[in-house]
């Protein structure tokens, strides 16, 4: 094993060490956009619709301009509109609502389980009313939410699931890959995630034919045929240079993925005597370890101390969705969501990449475990 470093600065994330190993792929990958100057969709962009739909075990991929994007769109595919009542996580980025918002519907929030950080399906059932068109949960940090039973509650209620998949790839819920479980799905291909672009990107991934044409109509102008508008559509394409980093990097996210599971694993050995409440994977899921997020009631201490030590953190998220000031007209107040406040008062995210070494993960550890003495 790596001798254990006793000092030097780990950074909360690393993208540069990633470049540094695909640089050459990369190179040729945009040369040939910049070669066929397809910048906006193109041959690229559609082969790589073609192998994220074959990752996810999916009919079919559509490629957008963010995770925003295809999360609108699905719930325009869903007829969700204003009036309608969506239900989801507060503990979540806040482009899981914008989605919910832009179609002018109303984010019904529902608190979250302790364990996972997830939506808890415990709790959903008393949100529902005559007004609510679908459920969004949210894969936080890469871990599946509790699917079975939340798809046997949109099973009782008739209403559809949309996965926000955003943070991860290539998770497992009882051996099966997420994004198909519920009628659409919305990835983010945002830099620092799992599988990220060299820019915006984002893809929605679906097994019904209708919904993926219709997105991809939506996403162009609402147009099928070039200046004829069918319905009031979005400029919400991937980019060519995109879909052509994406293919590249596609290749090589099963092998990062089993890195980041390698750190994660790493760090719950080595944090394991510490008063920290650490991630653990629900038996039925295999998390895409997005991000690792551990919890503590002296959460800002804790992160001045590794700030101090050079070691990169980060919190997400610091204020959940029901408390954002973009989110007062909804009126919720402190104390609706308990679990998910706390969450936010106390979750720390630690440094995890594929390349994160043994020597930097000992640092961490070492690091966090120096506070607690
Ligand atoms: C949970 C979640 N949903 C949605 C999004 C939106 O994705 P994007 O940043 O690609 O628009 C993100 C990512 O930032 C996210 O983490």
Known sequence: MTKPETSGAVPYLDLPAQMRGLRKEIDAAIARTLDNCSFCLGPDVAQFEKDFARFCEAEHCVGFNSGTS????????????????????????????????????????VDIEDETFNLDPGRIEKAITSRTKAIMPVHLYGHPFNL???????????????????????????????????????????PGKNLGAYGEGGALVTNNAAFAARARSL?????????????????????????????????????????????????NELLAGTPLQLPREA????????????????????????????????LHYPLPLHLQKAYAHLGYKEGDFPIAEKAARQCLSLPIFPELTEAQIQRVASVMTAFFK
């Open 283 to 314: 038996d039925y899921a295999q998390s895409a370890w997005h991000l690792y997020v551990v919890r503590h009631p002296r959460r800002d201490e804790l992160k001045k101390h590794l700030e101090a030590n050079q070691v990169g953190c980060a």
């Open 148 to 190: 079975d039973p939340i798809l046997e509650i949109c099973r009782r209620h008739n209403l559809p699931l949309v996965e926000d998949a955003a943070q991860a790839h290539g998770a497992t819920y009882k051996g099966k890959g997420i994004g198909t479980f519920g009628a659409v799905s919305g990835f983010s291909f945002y």
């Open 219 to 267: 996403r162009e102008h609402g147009s099928t045929q070039r200046y004829y508008h069918d319905e009031i559509g979005y400029n919400y394409r991937m980019e060519g240079i995109q879909g052509a980093v994406l293919g590249v990097k596609l290749k090589h996210l099963e092998s990062w993925t089993r890195e980041r599971r390698r750190v994660a694993q790493r760090y």
């Open 70 to 109: 295809a999360l609108h769109i699905a719930l325009l595919l869903l007829n969700v509109g204003p009036g309608d009542e969506v239900i989801t996580t507060p503990c979540t980025f806040v482009a899981t609502s914008w989605a919910i918002s832009y179609v002018g519907a109303k984010p019904v929030y």
